[in-house]
Structures are given as structure tokens and as C-alpha cells.
């Protein structure tokens, strides 16, 4: 009790994040009934998938920005609100137009959650951000998990119209945000009390270090997101049945959450850039076993592949809040939904070269990403201060 009673804000801003992601990864699973009740064609069904990510993620940057200039956490809840409802409404349309209206201005909230739920994450501890971040991100990341348990039995059983109770959780969780306190933290980027014209020069040669974070986020994100989308293909092709290909697939997305947990206090210790040189290095070797190999190896490598890129999720963030101390809503948005959107986007032209070359072809030329990730981490410095060029 002593522990939830002196980690409660971190704990009420935490399940806010899950809450959210909860309601932004409930149409995925269930599109196949949408598709059953509105006759969606596979590409209406992808602009469904497009607008559910671009939603999310496209403005955080510059919600994060301005989120870090006004310094307001009272939109934490509201926004749970706002995506509670948006999505829950969904199985009432019955235009897909609508629909796609509606889940983009729902999937808004997530814009303004993640840069500046994160942000609070962080702020709410001292000298350990990279845990308090890992334990924000973490339970957020369970959501993805948990939300076909409760919207494929429900939406097949009583059908889509039943999403609507879906809302109340989202009510009752900003209800508990508001009970922990969490409008009432001032949260006040450095940028909001800095004038230092001299500092923010210094800092804008640090945009180069910057750009480079956001690569390496991007290019992680993007190999993520392919084997969420095509590994049970991948895995099909390897020559593992489909059933077991699924539970293989939920393991991989299992332990993602367990490499985000795990890299956050990992790097507290060691510090970003070695976490960043080591595990993807080690993204490397099991995406090689995963597209190269077959068998038990293929597997191992599969599931070891999910851990490996999400360890590193926190040492991507709280290094951009090295980097850009003077607005870390901004780096974080950039981090969590600039990537984020981009990945969305190429994702689209990975499934062009999937359909010239083969699935398999394709995913074994992501080797080549993970490569380069290796190198800008390795290039990265340890340390970024007002001397860093």
C-alpha cells in the first residue's frame, strides 16, 4: 500500500496510457467484422488501418510542442474521454466515410496523451527517468495485448453495437486521473522558463544528433510494425502452421512489453548509447535467424526479435530529452508519433516490394536497416551538453 500511496501519480498516468492505446488498437482486430457489415474492399480496409495510425500519431509533434509551452495536464483526462467515446461509437456507422471521420478525431486524443503522458511519466521521478518512462510505456504497450481478448469475443457475440460499453473504463479512468492529482501537476518545460537565446543556438546543433534518434526510432518502429502485420505470414512461409504461427506471434508481442520494462532500467544503469549499440546489435543477429533460417531457429529469433527492439524504446526518448532539454513533449513527440507516422508510411511501400519480390525477400532486406541503426548508435555520443556540435 506504501508503494502504490508514493507512485500514484505515476501508476494513475500509467493506465491512462493503457486506457488509450486500448481504444486506439480496438478497430484492428475486429476490421474483419466491419468488413462483414459495410462490404469494405481490402483497400478501404487499409485507409481504415492508415487513418487509425496517422491519427495517432501525425500531430504529436506538434501537440507536443505546444502541450510543452502550456504546460496543461488537465488534457491527460479529457482526452481518455475523448477517445473512450470516439471509438466506442464505431460499431453504430454504417458509412465508411464516417467511420473513418470519426476514428481520426477520436485517434486525436492519442496526439495529445503520449508526448505529454510520457513527459509527466518522467517528471515524476528524480534521477531514475528512465525507469519511471519504462514502467509508463510498458503498461501502455499491454493494451495492444489485451484489447482482441475483450473486442473479438464481444464484437462476434453481440456485435459491433456492443462497443459502446466500451466507454465507461474510459470514464472511470479519467475519473481516477483526476482523484491522483494529475491536472494539478505544473508541468513546465525548460523551454517555457528558459531565455537563453545563446543555449538555444548551442541546442540547435544538437538537431543533427536529433535527426539521427528519429531515424533509428523510425526504422525500429517500421521492422516492428511489418512483423506485427506480416509475421504470421513470415512465419507461414517458414513452414509453421498458421495456429501455431498466431500463439508464436503473441509470444513476440508479449515480450516487447517485457523489453520495454527491462530497457528502461537497463538503461538508467549503463546509459542509452550502450543499450542502443547492444541490443541493436542484437535486433541484428535475430532478424537475421528470423528472415535467414528455418525451424526452432527462425522462432528463437522471431521472438527474441521483439525484445530486442523494444528494449531500447526508453533510451530513444530520455535521449532526445538530453538532446532537447529546452521541450521534451516536442522530442518526445517526435520520437513516439513523427517515427511512428513515417514507419506508417513506408510500411505501405514495403507491401509494393512484398508484392514484386516475395514477403520473405523483403523482410530479409530489413537487415539492411537494422545495419544502419547499428552505425548511428555506435556514432552517437554519450553525453550532449551545451559544448556538443
Not at 508526448?115 to 509527466?120: K, N, R
Not at 544528433?209 to 513470415?234: C, D, E, H, N, Y
Amino acid at each position: 500500500m506504501k508503494f502504490i500511496k508514493n507512485n500514484l501519480q505515476l501508476i494513475a498516468v500509467s493506465v491512462g496510457h493503457f486506457t488509450n492505446d486500448f481504444y486506439m488498437a480496438l478497430i484492428p482486430p475486429i476490421l474483419f467484422i466491419f468488413t462483414e457489415e459495410l462490404g469494405l474492399s481490402l483497400t478501404q480496409q487499409a485507409a481504415i488501418a492508415m487513418v487509425i495510425t496517422l491519427s495517432g500519431t501525425f500531430l504529436q509533434p506538434v501537440v507536443g510542442y505546444f502541450l510543452g509551452r502550456i504546460g496543461k495536464t488537465s488534457m491527460l483526462s479529457y482526452g481518455l474521454v475523448w477517445v473512450a467515446v470516439g471509438m466506442s461509437i464505431t460499431g453504430w456507422i454504417t458509412n465508411i466515410y464516417l467511420l473513418m471521420a470519426v476514428i481520426g478525431i477520436a485517434g486525436l486524443a492519442s496526439s495529445v496523451y503520449h508526448p505529454l503522458g510520457s513527459a509527466v511519466a518522467t517528471s515524476l521521478t528524480k534521477g531514475s527517468h528512465g525507469k519511471s518512462l519504462s514502467v509508463f510505456m510498458t503498461i501502455g504497450g499491454f493494451a495492444t495485448m489485451f484489447t482482441p481478448l475483450v473486442a473479438v469475443p464481444m464484437a462476434t457475440t453481440y456485435g459491433l453495437k456492443s462497443l459502446t460499453v466500451l466507454m465507461i473504463p474510459g470514464f472511470f479512468v479519467a475519473y481516477f486521473l483526476k482523484k491522483a492529482k494529475i491536472d494539478e501537476i505544473e508541468y513546465i518545460s525548460k523551454e517555457k522558463e528558459s531565455k537563453d537565446k545563446s543555449k538555444k543556438k548551442i541546442e540547435m546543433h544538437n538537431m543533427i544528433w536529433f535527426s539521427l534518434v528519429i531515424v533509428i526510432a523510425t526504422f525500429k518502429v517500421l521492422v516492428s510494425r511489418t512483423m506485427i502485420v506480416f509475421g504470421v505470414q513470415l512465419l507461414n512461409l517458414k513452414g509453421i502452421e498458421l495456429i501455431t504461427a498466431g500463439i508464436i506471434l503473441s509470444i513476440h508481442l508479449f515480450i516487447r512489453s517485457i523489453g520495454t520494462l527491462t530497457g528502461g532500467f537497463l538503461s538508467d544503469k549503463f546509459g542509452e548509447k550502450k543499450i542502443m549499440v547492444f541490443f541493436n546489435s542484437l535486433s541484428l543477429i535475430s532478424l537475421v535467424l528470423a528472415s535467414f533460417t528455418s525451424g526452432v531457429l527462425s522462432i528463437v529469433g522471431f521472438i527474441v526479435l521483439g525484445y530486442s527492439l523494444n528494449a531500447t524504446a526508453t533510451a530513444n526518448i530520455t535521449m532526445t530529452h538530453k538532446i532537447i532539454p529546452e521541450n521534451i513533449t516536442f522530442g518526445n513527440g517526435m520520437i513516439m508519433g513523427f517515427s511512428s507516422t513515417i514507419a506508417g508510411l513506408l510500411i505501405l511501400l514495403f507491401g509494393k516490394i512484398a508484392d514484386t519480390i516475395g514477403l520473405l525477400d523483403a523482410v530479409q532486406l530489413y537487415n539492411i536497416l537494422i545495419f544502419i541503426i547499428i552505425i548511428i548508435s555506435i556514432l552517437l555520443p554519450k553525453e550532449f551538453s551545451s559544448k556538443e556540435a
